[in-house]
């Protein structure tokens, strides 16, 4: 008893080594074991079934629709960003203003102004030349050869002088020569003339060139250029230009309402 109360300690010390020693020995034994089993579980397991595809229908549409979103439109005839007006038409009905302002304004026609010289009589020594201008009558001017007029120059006159069969002339703006007769004229393009409208007021403009002003929507407008399909005003009072398409069809006279019954 004796030496167990001495040497106790060495003794459980040696007894917990020893245990150690089984552990560490064992150990090796014990994960060879376990993984022989689990190469022998996975060697029998079933083999797995082939998933199907998911369906990815509906995620792809929603994707594209992200990728592709509607426009939201701002302006037009819907209400949603664009009140109506309403005015009170002087038989008592009422008509719905979709456009008002500068925007309503319309073309319903456009037609051409030319410059035509042509062959009027011959006159002692020189010719008279008819004159239109913005296809308006002039009064006709009177020329000798290879004298320079603010219109042309005459440059030639063939045939008999006192019953040419062509007079060349030469154009002030252009020095490529042109010829007229008794029979043929020259004409060509020198600008446009335009029928305005605005529905909202149910005003017309007709016969409408550059430089002239109109007055609608409480506002005055100078036109400062047609062509054949198109008429750009300037404001009076901001100078803010506006331009007015035309793709050449007449336009309905209430093509910028709608009228409803009276309610």
């Not at 792809?60 to 009140?83: D, I, S, W, Y």
């Not at 010289?117 to 020189?126: C, E, H, K, P």
Request: some cysteine; overall charge positive; aromatic content about 8%.
């Amino acid at each position: 008893m004796e030496f167990l109360k001495r040497h106790y300690e060495k003794i459980l010390l040696s007894v917990v080594l020893l245990c150690l020693a089984i552990a560490a020995a064992w150990l090796p034994i014990k994960i060879r074991q376990e993984k022989e089993d689990l190469q022998k579980t996975i060697f029998n397991l079933p083999k797995p079934k082939e998933l199907k595809p998911v369906d990815l229908t509906t995620n792809e549409t929603a994707l594209k629709r992200l990728q592709n979103p509607p426009t939201v439109e701002m302006a037009g005839a819907h209400n949603l960003f664009n009140p109506a007006t309403w005015k009170i038409k002087p038989d008592g009905s009422y008509i719905k203003i979709i456009k008002e302002g500068v925007d309503a304004l319309t073309i319903t026609k456009v037609q051409p102004l030319y410059m035509e010289l042509a062959f009027d009589r011959v006159a002692a020594s020189g010719y008279w030349i008819g004159v239109k201008r913005l296809s308006q009558k002039k009064p006709s001017i009177y020329a000798k050869l290879n004298e320079k007029k603010e219109l042309f120059t005459l440059k030639e006159v063939k045939g008999p002088p006192e019953d040419p069969e062509e007079i060349v002339l030469e154009l002030t703006d252009n020095p490529q020569p042109i010829s007229i007769t008794k029979a043929k004229s020259f004409q060509r393009i020198e600008g446009y003339a335009a029928d305005l409208r605005y529905p909202p007021d149910n005003l017309n403009f007709p016969n409408k060139k550059v430089g002239d002003v109109i007055t609608f929507g409480g506002e005055s407008y100078k036109i400062i250029a047609i062509t054949e399909n198109e008429v750009r005003v300037s404001a009076i009072s901001t100078d803010k230009r506006t331009t007015i398409f035309w793709n050449g069809v007449p336009v309905a006279p209430d093509s910028n309402s709608q009228q409803p019954k009276k309610p």
